[in-house]
């Protein structure tokens, strides 16, 4: 899939030392639990992978078109986890801290929703994050999603006190 300034394309073994470096940045995995190791990173790569084989979508890895530059990910995933609003797919995307503040994730994750509602025919999709995590929510808001404070969630992969337990969702219904 392509974009104006981006390619949206299967995961490719050179993906895997840049990958590898977001997934370990501070900056970048501020709103996670846990940055990866180069080994949890290559097995989040393989996991991507396999899933756009057998799927046709998923979170594809995002390249700066004209430079083959690989920045991140964005697309399609299910929330495999138990809460009020699942099973429902989400929009999401990851970013290397070089490609911030340059629309990518809107343009990226605009064209995974255009995708959600014409090829898979979805009625909604969600997306999810940490309150504190404000960059993600305008992404969020760009894309026409909406909040409700009564859809907040604890996520449930992440144990009780831990700060980053408490989710915002939002929700893009099928124009």
């Known amino acids: 899939m392509r974009t104006e300034r981006l390619v949206m394309r299967q995961w490719q073994d050179s993906d895997r030392e840049p990958f590898a470096a977001l997934t370990a940045d501070p900056q970048v995995m501020e709103h996670f639990p846990n940055r990866l190791s180069r080994a949890q990173s290559d097995a989040f790569v393989d996991r991507m992978a396999a899933a756009l084989d057998r799927n046709g979508y998923g979170l594809w890895a995002l390249e700066v078109a004209g430079t083959g530059a690989f920045i991140g990910f964005a697309g399609l995933q299910r929330a495999t986890f138990e809460a009020p609003f699942t099973p429902d797919m989400e929009v999401g995307w990851r970013l290397a801290r070089s490609a911030w503040g340059?629309?990518?994730?809107?343009?990226?994750?605009?064209?995974?929703?255009?995708?959600?509602?014409?090829?898979?025919?979805?009625?909604?999709?969600?997306?999810?994050?940490?309150?504190?995590?404000?960059?993600?929510?305008?992404?969020?808001r760009r894309l026409g999603m909406t909040h409700d404070e009564a859809d907040d969630f604890d996520h449930p992969r992440i144990p009780p006190g831990h700060p980053l337990r408490r989710h915002v969702l939002y929700r893009l219904r099928r124009p």
């Open 102 to 140: 340059h629309g990518y994730a809107t343009e990226a994750a605009r064209a995974a929703v255009r995708y959600a509602f014409t090829e898979l025919d979805l009625a909604e999709l969600v997306s999810f994050t940490v309150p504190a995590n404000v960059r993600s929510q305008a992404v969020m």
